[in-house]
C-alpha cells in the first residue's frame, strides 16, 4: 500500500507538476476571494483568454514566454480597467471586447503562420507534466509577491471590495486599487497558464472561493479557506490525475468542482436543518404561550 502511494513521487516532472498545481491552486484560490466578492468572475475567464494572444505572439516571435505573455496580459488588465471606467461602456462589454479581440489575433497567428499548432492543446488545456524547474520558480514567486501585495494592501482592498463607492471618500486610491486588482489577476492568470491552460484559469479562480463563500460569512476566514481549498484541490487533483490516467489540469478543476457540490449540499441540509430547530422552538414557545393564558 505505501509503495502504491509513494509511486508517483519517483518522478521528477510529476514532483514539478504537483508543486506548481498546489502553488497555483493556493495562488488562484486566493486572489478568487476578491474576484467572486466584486463579482469580477467574467474577468478571470477573459484575461486567460486575452493572454492566449500574447503566448502565441511570444512563441512565433521567438520571446521569452512570459516576458511577451506578461506584457500582453498587463496591457489587457489595463486596457479592460480603463475602458470600463467610460460611462458608456459596461464593464462586461470592455472585457468582451478586449479579450476576444486578443484572443482571435493568437488563432489568425497561427492560422498564418502555423508553427504554434503542435503545442495549441498544451495553451489551451495545459500541461501541467511538462512543467519545467524555471515554470516552478515563477509560479512560487508570483504567488509570494501577489501575497505580499495584498497582505500590504488589505485594508484598501477590503474597502474597494464592499464599498467602492464610498472608499473615495476615506482617502482610498479607488483607480489604482482597481488597477491594482486587475494586475494581480492579470499576474495570476499568467503564472497559472503553463500548469492549466487557459479553459481551466477560470474555474480554479472562482470555484474555490465560492466553495469558501458556502462556509463563512467572514472576509477574512473565506480568504484563508479558499486559499487552503485551492491548494488542496490542486494537491489531490494531480495525485487522482495519477492513479486514473486522467488530464492532470481537468482533474484539478473537477476535484475543486466536486469540493464545491459536497459543500453546497452539505450547507443546505445543515440550513435545512437549522430552519427545522427555528420552526419546531418557535411552535414550542407558541403552545407554552397559549397554555399560560389558560392557567
Not at 205 to 213: D, E, F, G, K, Q
Not at 261 to 280: D, F, G, I, K, W
Request: charged letters at 10%.
Amino acid at each position: 500500500m505505501l509503495t502504491f502511494l509513494l509511486d508517483p513521487f519517483r518522478y521528477e516532472f510529476f514532483v514539478r507538476g504537483l508543486v506548481a498545481a498546489t502553488v497555483v491552486g493556493g495562488l488562484c484560490g486566493m486572489v478568487g476571494t476578491f474576484v467572486v466578492m466584486r463579482r469580477m468572475s467574467y474577468i478571470g475567464h477573459g484575461l486567460s483568454h486575452s493572454v492566449f494572444g500574447g503566448a502565441v505572439v511570444s512563441y512565433v516571435m521567438s520571446w521569452n514566454f512570459y516576458l511577451g505573455a506578461g506584457l500582453w496580459g498587463f496591457l489587457s488588465a489595463l486596457l479592460i480597467n480603463w475602458t470600463a471606467r467610460r460611462r458608456q461602456i459596461g464593464a462586461d462589454a470592455a472585457i468582451g471586447i478586449v479579450t476576444t479581440a486578443s484572443f482571435a489575433i493568437g488563432v489568425a497567428i497561427i492560422s498564418k503562420a502555423r508553427r504554434f499548432t503542435r503545442n495549441f492543446d498544451a495553451a489551451l488545456f495545459g500541461n501541467v507534466l511538462g512543467v519545467q524547474p524555471e515554470d516552478v520558480f515563477v509560479v512560487i514567486g508570483v504567488a509570494a509577491l501577489v501575497a505580499l501585495v495584498i497582505f500590504l494592501s488589505y485594508k484598501q482592498l477590503l474597502f474597494m471590495t464592499f464599498d467602492g463607492e464610498v472608499a473615495p471618500l476615506y482617502g482610498v486610491p479607488d483607480r489604482w486599487m482597481d488597477t491594482l486588482l486587475s494586475l494581480i489577476l492579470a499576474a495570476t492568470v499568467i503564472a497559472s497558464m503553463q500548469i492549466l491552460g487557459v479553459t481551466m484559469i477560470a474555474a480554479i479562480i472562482v470555484v474555490p472561493a465560492v466553495t469558501a463563500r458556502l462556509l463563512t460569512d467572514s472576509f477574512a476566514h473565506m480568504l484563508l479557506l479558499a486559499t487552503v481549498i485551492g491548494t488542496l484541490c490542486g494537491l489531490v487533483g494531480m495525485l487522482l490525475s495519477y492513479y486514473f490516467d486522467v488530464a492532470s489540469g481537468a482533474t484539478v478543476v473537477l476535484t475543486a468542482a466536486s469540493v464545491f457540490l459536497l459543500t453546497l449540499v452539505a450547507t443546505s441540509a445543515r440550513q435545512r436543518l437549522q430552519a427545522e430547530r427555528a420552526r419546531r422552538s418557535a411552535a414550542r414557545l407558541s403552545r407554552a404561550q397559549v397554555s399560560d393564558l389558560f392557567d
